[in-house]
């Protein structure tokens, strides 16, 4: 229970810190080069949460697995979105949208094949 909850304030902290670099011209080239800092900082640590956890029983590999999939899918469709406005509005695609896109859908293939050969 403790590392659930340590997981939900590393995610509530990195939401935060990705709203304050949304527009951070606001803020001094200092402020801002800490908020990168702490914000890969916690990034390593999200994904070490995510890299190491074990559920113990059905139950939890269930809630694992239904969390991996609303992720993916909301992140996928997020993408999509993005590029699909992209195209209509400005006729062009930024780069980074369609290679996050590819790489989302690519992590999840590799995923799938690297458990299908493992389990």
Same mark, same amino acid.
């Given at each position: 229970?403790?590392?659930?909850?340590?997981?939900?304030?590393?995610?509530?902290?990195?939401?935060?810190? #990705? &709203?304050?670099?949304?527009?951070?011209?606001?803020?001094?080239? @200092? !402020?801002?080069?800490?908020?990168?800092? +702490?914000?890969?900082?916690?990034?390593?640590?999200? +994904? @070490?949460?995510?890299?190491?956890?074990?559920?113990? /029983?059905?139950? /939890?590999? !269930?809630?694992?697995?239904?969390?991996?999939?609303? &992720?993916? !899918?909301?992140?996928?469709?997020?993408?999509?979105? @993005?590029?699909?406005?992209?195209?209509?509005?400005?006729?062009?695609? /930024?780069?980074?949208?369609?290679?996050?896109?590819?790489?989302?859908?690519?992590?999840?293939? #590799? @995923?799938?094949?690297?458990?299908? !050969?493992?389990?």
């Amino acid at each position: 229970m403790n590392s659930f909850i340590s997981e939900l304030v590393i995610a509530a902290l990195l939401v935060v810190l #990705a &709203a304050l670099l949304w527009n951070p011209f606001w803020m001094p080239m @200092g !402020l801002v080069l800490v908020v990168l800092i +702490v914000f890969v900082v916690l990034c390593g640590g999200f +994904v @070490g949460f995510i890299w190491h956890e074990r559920g113990g /029983d059905e139950r /939890d590999q !269930l809630i694992r697995h239904i969390a991996g999939r609303f &992720a993916y !899918l909301s992140g996928a469709l997020i993408l999509a979105v @993005g590029i699909i406005y992209e195209t209509l509005v400005h006729h062009t695609v /930024d780069k980074w949208l369609l290679a996050a896109f590819m790489i989302t859908v690519l992590a999840k293939a #590799a @995923g799938y094949a690297y458990a299908k !050969l493992k389990y």
